[in-house]
């Protein structure tokens, strides 16, 4: 089976072998993906450590062998900010040698300097610095026992994004779709759920009854998702002329942010507890 790494910001899925076509997903620098087939010169079919299907092109992944391997190998961090740059020198005049989004992994050294400045690896075997407080722990387990933790870490998340733009296919602080939301909230998490808006087996999101809703529970409608955060308040991102993003919502009609449109069409809650 051969496999590559994403060595772009963010690697664009089409659902096409074209840049015309719909942009399906986004997965981030650094991230391991499997492929499937070539059915052009210029792209590949892949499937990522979420099972989730596209078309990239070439020019987004990483096919050396001998650097993956190295890569699978090294220690690697999570980005949680937003957007950071990866220079060549520990100080600001240092020049970019790549750009990474939160949600992007990256091997980092152990300690950093006075200045806060860490060294890090690229997957293309490039060495440069990112400050330390730019990188958190990459998280790929859960622990049902911890609910209470874990449903508060997942909406937390989720709020990281608030006012991000609207992007179909969008998984990043750069632009994010309803399912890119909810998905990646529970991905910084250790938790890998279907990244479209529904419910699909083999993924540990299951249906429950409205009255059992809790934070971090999710809430579907027709073609759509959001996040409950309790007291009839959850988060979204949204194409709606006027919120443009990510923003959060009521279901209470006495509040001003209250969305009838959604309200009135919930079709499921889903729940990883």
């Avoid at 596209?54 to 961090?77: C, Q």
């Avoid at 622990?143 to 709020?159: G, Q, S, W």
Wanted: glycine share 8%.
């Amino acid at each position: 089976m051969k496999y590559a790494v994403i060595n772009n910001t963010t690697a664009s899925l089409m659902k096409e072998t074209t840049r015309d076509s719909e942009l399906v997903d986004e997965d981030f620098y650094g991230r391991k993906v499997k492929i499937l087939s070539q059915p052009d010169y210029e792209w590949y079919e892949i499937i990522t450590q979420y099972h989730y299907k596209g078309y990239v092109h070439e020019s987004e992944l990483l096919f050396d062998e001998e650097k993956i391997k190295i890569w699978d190998g090294a220690e690697k961090k999570v980005v949680l900010q937003p957007y950071a740059d990866v220079l060549s020198m520990p100080k600001v005049q240092g020049h970019r040698l790549t750009s990474l989004t939160k949600g992007a992994v990256i091997a980092a050294g152990q300690d950093a300097n006075a200045d806060g400045w860490v060294t890090v690896s690229l997957c293309d075997g490039r060495t440069g610095y990112m400050k330390e407080k730019f990188l958190g722990t990459l998280i790929t387990s859960y622990y049902l026992e911890e609910e209470k933790k874990l449903r508060l870490d997942i909406v937390n998340t989720a709020l990281t994004y608030m006012g991000t733009q609207y992007r179909w296919g969008g998984k990043s602080p750069l632009g994010i779709d309803c399912s890119g939301l909810c998905s990646v909230a529970y991905l910084l998490n250790g938790v890998i759920i279907y990244r479209d808006a529904g419910i699909a087996d083999g993924f540990p999101i299951h249906e429950i009854p409205f009255e059992n809703i809790k934070p971090a529970d999710l809430l579907f409608f027709p073609g759509h998702v959001a996040m409950y955060m309790g007291d009839n308040r959850y988060v979204h991102s949204t194409g709606k002329n006027g919120s443009d993003g990510v923003v959060v919502n009521s279901l209470n009609p006495e509040d001003k942010d209250y969305r009838e449109d959604l309200a009135v069409k919930i079709k499921a809650v889903g729940s990883l507890f």
